[in-house]
């Protein structure tokens, strides 16, 4: 084990089989997460999709890419709780980001609601890792408010001729396929109006312009759609239905929020440079400020274990997804903004162009500098994505709280 894996102490909700689950994983971890990947990881740098390709590949032997489909679309059934052990494990080891939009956004969607056809045509390639997707949601006047979005799918014959902007798409550019909410109707409440297409990305009329967010990195897009013609066999459900598959999609997009493997490895990332420097004048302090973070870490786990533990997999999560998506992200921003604090000056100077390389290196500070500031910057956007947090609040008070 290295400096930057968090110790096996990780618990499976007093389970005997999941801590044996969770012993398994690390031990498939140790021994195929391929190493140049889980050392780019381990050091913040940028991933490449042949990265996070390598480490799907390597998971596809074992039936993990998507260990929680039922078996009978090829998963393994895994239950709620070793999904999460499963994921909380393999990210503190150094796994990347399991890439969710095939896995666990369209993919769940077409084996619940999509046609034979559907299932046939698309499921193997994402559990083979084969396809690539994208998530067409959000438009640039329709975000938090999504039933407000514009895209228009005109019927013709046997296709949908498709117009309008979506933005913020994580890695379109690697895309093959985006799954794409659009409007088919203005007729009665907006959402009724919405349906669920399946887009070739390679079809004429698709632009995918570059956003760069702060860390300098391309992790989102434009895409832009002219009169893009898709076949009607690509429609999932019912026309009309879109909002209702949407609302399954996001469910599940919430319940995987939590990310607590990863401030796992933050948080014993941080500790490794506290523990580096004993002379350091504040270290007292930051050795407090670790043990509040870490206290912090353990209340979210133990929740994530329990709500795990007692959920009903075929039901709709209710507002404890909100809650994992809530302090899960807050976690992962306050470890983020203590590691750069610790940084101090070092941390002021960045150069995106560092944090491409294949190994950690810097031009000053500490040699990690660079993936940190990086993955402090990055992280901004965590309390924003999949449902920004105060969106996150408004869900926790409807349902709880009957507001
Ligand atoms: C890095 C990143 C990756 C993303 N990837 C994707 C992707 O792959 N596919 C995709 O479709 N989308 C993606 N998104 C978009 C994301 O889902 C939206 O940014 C998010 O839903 C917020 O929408 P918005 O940006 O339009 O902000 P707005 O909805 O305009 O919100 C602006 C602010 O107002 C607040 N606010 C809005 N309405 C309310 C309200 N009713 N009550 C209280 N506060 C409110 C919000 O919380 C936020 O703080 C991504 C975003 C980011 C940053």
Request: glycine content about 10%; proline content about 6%; hydrophobic content about 40%.
């Amino acid at each position: 084990m290295d400096a930057l894996t968090p110790p096996a102490n990780a618990g499976a909700g007093g389970d005997p089989e999941g801590m044996l689950f969770r012993a398994e994983v690390r031990h498939w971890c140790e021994r195929e997460l391929p190493a140049r990947v889980r050392a780019k990881v381990q050091a913040n740098l940028f991933l490449e999709k042949e990265d996070y390709l390598a480490f799907l590949h390597a998971l596809v032997p074992k039936g993990w890419v998507a260990g929680h489909w039922p078996r009978e679309h090829g998963g393994r059934g895994w239950t709620p709780l070793q999904r999460f052990i499963f994921e909380e494990e393999s990210a503190a080891c150094g796994a990347p980001w399991l890439i969710p939009f095939g896995i666990s956004y369209v993919g769940p969607v077409i084996h619940t609601f999509g046609s034979r056809w559907q299932k046939e045509r698309f499921l193997p390639p994402i559990l083979a890792s084969a396809e690539w997707w994208a998530q067409g949601y959000s438009e640039p006047g329709a975000g938090s408010d999504l039933a407000a979005l514009t895209t228009r799918a005109v019927r013709e014959g046997d296709e949908y001729v498709v117009t309008g902007q979506k933005i913020w798409t994580s890695y379109a550019q690697w895309a093959d396929w985006m799954f794409c909410l659009v409007r088919t109707s203005d007729e009665g409440r907006r959402q009724a109006g919405i349906s669920f297409l399946l887009i070739d990305m390679k079809t004429p009329g698709i632009t995918v312009r570059p956003i760069r967010t702060m860390d300098g990195c391309h992790h989102v897009n434009e895409v832009f759609l002219d009169e893009v013609r898709v076949p009607a066999c690509n429609l999932v459900g019912e026309e009309g239905s879109g909002w209702g598959y949407a609302k399954f999609l996001l469910s599940n997009e919430r319940v995987i929020a939590a990310e607590t493997g990863r401030s796992m490895r933050q948080l014993a990332h941080l500790r490794s440079l506290v523990a580096a420097d004993p002379q350091r004048a504040d270290r007292d302090d930051f050795q407090r400020r670790l043990a509040e973070l870490e206290l912090r870490l353990h209340a979210l786990r133990a929740f994530c274990l329990q709500t795990a533990q007692a959920m009903d997999p075929q039901a709709a999560p209710g507002a404890e997804a909100s809650i994992m998506k809530i302090r899960g992200s807050e976690l992962q921003q306050a470890i983020a903004e203590t590691t750069m604090e610790w940084l101090g000056a070092h941390g002021t100077v960045y150069d995106p162009a560092l944090v491409h390389l294949d190994r950690p290196a810097s031009a000053t500070g500490p040699e990690l500098g660079p993936g940190l500031v990086r993955d402090y910057l990055h992280g901004r956007a965590a309390t924003i994505y999949g449902g920004a947090n105060e969106i996150q609040r408004n869900v926790i008070a409807k349902m709880e709280l009957g507001l």
